[in-house]
C-alpha cells in the first residue's frame, strides 16, 4: 500500500503540471491499488499446505513428507528430522506468486518418495546454505558430526540410476519432478542422534540398521544420494545409515585418486568407533542385524575399523551381514595376513567382484597389485568368504562399470542378503567352482 501511494504522491509533488495524458494514468493507478489490497486481503495457506504430508508406504507404516521450503531451513542443532514436524508458519502473508509456487512444490512432494538418511561425517561443514555444498572435503580432524537428511526420489525413477541433471539434456539444476536431491542435513548432537537411531529402531518394520561407506571421487551429496536410491530400490524398511569420509570428489585424475588413499586412512578410528557404538545402541534397541556396505576404496576404512574392532570386542560377533562391494583393496598379503583377523567381528562376508571393473583395472597398473573387486583370473577365493562374480551387470553407457553394485540383479540379491540373510545358494545364485573352492554367479537376465 504505502508504495502504490508513494507513487501517487511523488507524482504530485514535484509542482510541475502534470502532462496532458494525466488522466490516463489513473487507471493504471487504480489497478496496482487494487492489486495492492488483493495481496493484503489474501488468505494465508492452508494447514494442509503447510505442514508435511502424510505417506502410507506398502508396509504399513506411516512417514511425513516436507515441502521443499522446509528443506530449505537453515542448519540446527534441534534434533527434528526433515521428514517430521510441521513447516514453518510465515508472520507474514506471502505474495501471490509465491503462494501459488508453494502449492506447487506441495503437489511435487505428493509425487515424490523421501527416504530418511542418518549420517555420519568426518567432513567438515562448511556453513553454506547452498546445495550441495553443505559439507567439503576437508577432514574434520578426529570428529564425527551426526545428523539426518532426507532423499526424494522422482516419480519416474528407473531402478539402479541416481539421476541427476545431464548436460546433454541440458539440465544445469536439480529438479525433483526429474533427479534425486539431497535435502538439506540437519545436525544432531551424538547424545540426541543415538537416541534418534534406538527410536527409529523401534518404529520399522525391519528391525535392521544398514550402513553405506561410499569410494573414491565421492561429495556428501552424491554418497547420500546413491544410499536414498539403494534403500528405495530395495524396499528397506530398516534404518540405512551413511557413513561419509572426506573424499575430494569432483575429479578422477591421479592427484585426486592419491589424495584419497592418504585421506581414507585417516577415517579408520572414527569408523571402528562408530560401528562398534552404533551396534551396541541399536541392539539394545531390538535390531535384530546390523549390516555393512562398502563400496571401493571405502573398503579400505572398513577392513581397517573392523581389524579394530576384533581387538576392542575379542570373540564377539559386533557385524552380521558384511557386504564388499568392488572394493579397491591390494590382494596381495589380504588372504595370510588380513582375512583371519576379520572372521571374527562379523558373522557373513560377501564379495561382489567383476571382470568388467575399469576403475579397479586403473587401480591394478597404478600399484601394479591386483585388486580383490577384480573378476577373471584375479578372482579372489577364500574359505568363509561368499564370492560373487557379478561380471556384466553394468549396463552404464560409456561407463566404468565400478558402481554396479546399484545394478538391478545385485540389488536383488542384496535385499535376499541383507533382509533374510540367505545363503548363496538360498538365493538362487548359480554355483561354480575353482580349484575346489565355491564362488556364484547372479540368475541370468530374463529377456
Not at 492452508?46 to 537453515?74: H, L, N
Not at 535435502?183 to 527410536?199: T, V
Not at 572394493?327 to 588380513?338: A, L, N, R, T
Amino acid at each position: 500500500m504505502r508504495q502504490c501511494l508513494a507513487f501517487t504522491h511523488d507524482d504530485h509533488s514535484t509542482g510541475t503540471p502534470p502532462p496532458r495524458r494525466g488522466k490516463r494514468r489513473w487507471p493504471w493507478v487504480l489497478l496496482l491499488l487494487l492489486a495492492c489490497l488483493l495481496a493484503a486481503c489474501s488468505k494465508p495457506p492452508r494447514d494442509d499446505q503447510r505442514v508435511g504430508m502424510q505417506r502410507q508406504d506398502d508396509s504399513g507404516d506411516t512417514e511425513k513428507e516436507t515441502t521443499a521450503a522446509d528443506d530449505r531451513q537453515p542448519p540446527s542443532a534441534t534434533p527434528i528430522p526433515p521428514t517430521a514436524g510441521d513447516g514453518p508458519v510465515s508472520k507474514s502473508t506471502p505474495p501471490p506468486h509465491q503462494q501459488q509456487q508453494q502449492q506447487q512444490e506441495q503437489r511435487t512432494v505428493q509425487k515424490l518418495r523421501m527416504v530418511k538418511l542418518f549420517f555420519a561425517t568426518d567432513r567438515t561443514w562448511t556453513g553454506s546454505e547452498e546445495q550441495p555444498k553443505w559439507f567439503g572435503p576437508e577432514w574434520n580432524d578426529r570428529k564425527l558430526t551426526y545428523g539426518t537428511c532426507t532423499v526424494s526420489i522422482p516419480p519416474k525413477h528407473e531402478a539402479g540410476e541416481v539421476e541427476k541433471p545431464s548436460i546433454f539434456k541440458l539440465e544445469l539444476k536439480e529438479d525433483p519432478e526429474k533427479h534425486v536431491v539431497v535435502h538439506q542435513p540437519m545436525r544432531l548432537e551424538e547424545a540426541k542422534y543415538f537416541a534418534a537411531i534406538r527410536e527409529a529402531v523401534t518404529e520399522r518394520s525391519q528391525k535392521e540398521i544398514t550402513v553405506f561407506i561410499h569410494g573414491f571421487n565421492n561429495t556428501f551429496d552424491e554418497a547420500a544420494s546413491r544410499l536414498g536410491v539403494l534403500a528405495f530400490d530395495m524396499d528397506f524398511n530398516g534404518v540405512p545409515v551413511l557413513y561419509s569420509w572426506s573424499s575430494q570428489g569432483g575429479g578422477w585424475g591421479t592427484a585426486a585418486y592419491a589424495r584419497d588413499e592418504e585421506v581414507v586412512e585417516l577415517t579408520v578410528d572414527l569408523l571402528a568407533q562408530f560401528l562398534g557404538k552404533l551396534a551396541d545402541e541399536g541392539r539394545a534397541a531390538g535390531a535384530t542385524r546390523i549390516n555393512v556396505i562398502a563400496h571401493s576404496m571405502g573398503n579400505r576404512a572398513l577392513v581397517g575399523a573392523l581389524n579394530i574392532l576384533a581387538r576392542d570386542y575379542p570373540g564377539k560377533m559386533v557385524l552380521d551381514e558384511v557386504v564388499m562391494a568392488a572394493p579397491d583393496v591390494k590382494k596381495i598379503g589380504f588372504v595370510d595376513g588380513v582375512w583371519p583377523k576379520l572372521r571374527t567381528p562379523a558373522k557373513r562376508y560377501t564379495l561382489y567382484a567383476s571382470d568388467d571393473d575399469k576403475a579397479l583395472m586403473a587401480s591394478y597398473k597404478v600399484h601394479t597389485f591386483s585388486r580383490i573387486g577384480q573378476g577373471g583370473a584375479n578372482l579372489l577365493l577364500i574359505e568363509g568368504l561368499d564370492t560373487v562374480d557379478a561380471t556384466g551387470c553394468d549396463f552404464s553407457m560409456l561407463g566404468l562399470n565400478h558402481s554396479y553394485f546399484g545394478s538391478p540383479q545385485v540389488v536383488e540379491d542384496l535385499k535376499e542378503l541383507l533382509s533374510k540373510s540367505l545363503t548363496p545358494a538360498a538365493r538362487k545364485l548359480r554355483e561354480k567352482k575353482r580349484e575346489l573352492l565355491l564362488y556364484w554367479l547372479l540368475p541370468e537376465i530374463k529377456p
